[in-house]
């Protein structure tokens, strides 16, 4: 039997704050029905948007239904929590792209069959119908100017930025208060699920719900909000982002590859709490690998699981085993069995030097292309010691000193993988 959705999230420690008063016996009494929003700002959500996505699944997990909402209308203008500037505004098109895109990630989430099954819709299905004197008079009348400006979302704007805030901005919160009135209203939806800075914004709806009261026919006027805290890394950097930028949850932005290694390179501060926030192993398996980490860190026990799991959870264990063994094969350097792929994951990971077409048809003296690389060798009469004690592989082959690089070794065409030493690789690819 799945654990209490409360008892669920605060034994992992992501639960934040809760709303609404007697929320326990609420969800005790049968399968109820939450949301959480997303906003379209791009076809893909990135690994910080993880948490707010395994809320739902774990809500589903307890036996209750719930609703994606993807911001086809409050994505037009842009939420201030937490944003240190004002989203650019995107076009109507662009929204539509972004939300087809996003809904992979959904699919791969939730279950869309059966009792609990889960749904996406588009809030600017129903806001986009909304008239402004409509809104300002069945809806704005309900929120008081003095507690809107000292919602964390927008003093955190008003106090931190020379510009302020624009009204567009602060009408956010109304939208969204909007939002779980008219899915309290045709979805029976009582709770609502978000991260921890979007708490201002859910007591406002909340509050408007309590304020408009039940129509006739509908469920009583009760409504719930629960939060997850923002996953911070221990160091206090944000959880999502690499060298390369952020960390995507599709295979087109983040490879899988990637994400492996990302979550294999986790800080081991941090390795034990990802278990908990960003899978769904049981306690007592996390418990292991605890004990695994805390009697030997170096064995990578727990890392290693985090990355399987979530790789798994994303894109499906065959890929997952895909990326362990381009790790594998990274590792001992034999590269040989490598698929076109798995080649160009690796291309995308490791340090690269671009060759001009030409140079590859006439053919490159290696020493002349380690020394070019700029990662391999320091110099010339470095690239020939290497080279003369054996240390550069090609491709997983041990190099000849007077090895020349040519077309033929791009594997599939796409690079030559080249290793100096036991730990430094270079892609060498074809320049553009």
């Given amino acids: 039997m799945a654990q209490p959705f409360l008892d669920e999230l605060r034994w992992r420690g992501m639960l934040s704050q809760t709303a609404g008063e007697g929320i326990e016996a609420h969800l005790a009494g049968g399968s109820r029905t939450a949301y959480c929003g997303f906003d379209p700002t791009a076809d893909s959500l990135t690994l910080g948007n993880f948490v707010a996505l395994k809320l739902l699944a774990h809500w589903q997990r307890a036996g209750h239904r719930p609703i994606v909402v993807v911001g086809g209308g409050t994505g037009l203008i ?30 791969r989430m939730l279950d869309f069959t059966g009792p609990s099954a889960a749904v996406v819709v588009d809030n600017g299905e129903w806001l986009g119908g909304l008239g402004y004197i409509e809104v300002l008079r069945d809806v704005g009348k309900h929120f008081s100017v003095n507690q809107m400006i000292v919602r ?16 567009t901005e602060f009408s956010y919160m109304i939208l969204q208060a909007y939002d779980f009135l008219h899915l309290h209203r045709t979805q029976q939806c009582t709770v609502q699920l978000g991260g921890s800075d979007q ?52 295979a087109d932005r983040t490879t899988p590859y990637r994400l492996h290694q990302y979550l294999l390179n986790s800080a081991d501060a941090d390795v034990v709490k990802f278990l908990r926030w960003l899978t769904f192993l049981p306690s007592e398996r996390i418990a292991e690998l605890e004990a ?8 990578r026990e727990a890392h290693r699981a985090l990355a399987d799991e979530l790789v798994t959870i994303l894109h499906g264990s065959h890929e997952c085993a895909r990326a362990a063994a381009t790790a594998k094969a990274l590792f001992s350097g034999d590269v040989q069995q490598l698929d076109a792929g798995q080649v160009a994951d690796v291309a ?12 590859l048809a006439v ?59 036991k730990k430094q690789w270079c892609a060498i690819v074809r320049a553009q």
């Fill in 78 to 107: 842009g939420d201030p929590s937490g944003k240190s500037a004002e989203r650019q505004l995107l076009d109507p098109d662009q929204v539509k792209a972004n939300i087809a895109g996003q809904r992979r990630i959904f699919e």
């Fill in 152 to 167: 964390d979302s927008v003093a955190s704007r008003l106090n931190s930025r020379e510009q302020g805030i624009s009204y």
């Fill in 292 to 299: 695994a980490h805390a009697s030997n860190p170096g064995g």
């Fill in 363 to 421: 053919g490159i003296p290696l020493v002349d292309a380690l020394a070019d690389s700029k990662v391999l060798a320091a110099s010339k009469r470095e690239a020939r010691d290497f080279l003369q004690a054996g240390s550069v592989l090609v491709n997983g082959v041990k190099a000849a000193p007077d090895a020349v690089l040519t077309e033929r070794d791009l594997m599939h065409g796409r690079a030559a993988l080249v290793r100096r030493g």
């Fill in 348 to 359: 995308g990971e490791v340090p690269s030097w671009a060759v001009p077409a030409d140079r």
């Fill in 199 to 250: 708490f201002g914004n859910i007591v406002s709806g909340i509050d408007l719900i309590r304020r408009c009261g039940a129509r006739e026919g509908d469920t009583p006027a009760a409504s719930f909000g629960v939060t997850a805290q923002l996953l911070t890394k221990a160091d206090g950097g944000k959880f999502g982002k690499s060298e390369q930028g952020a960390v995507w949850l599709t």
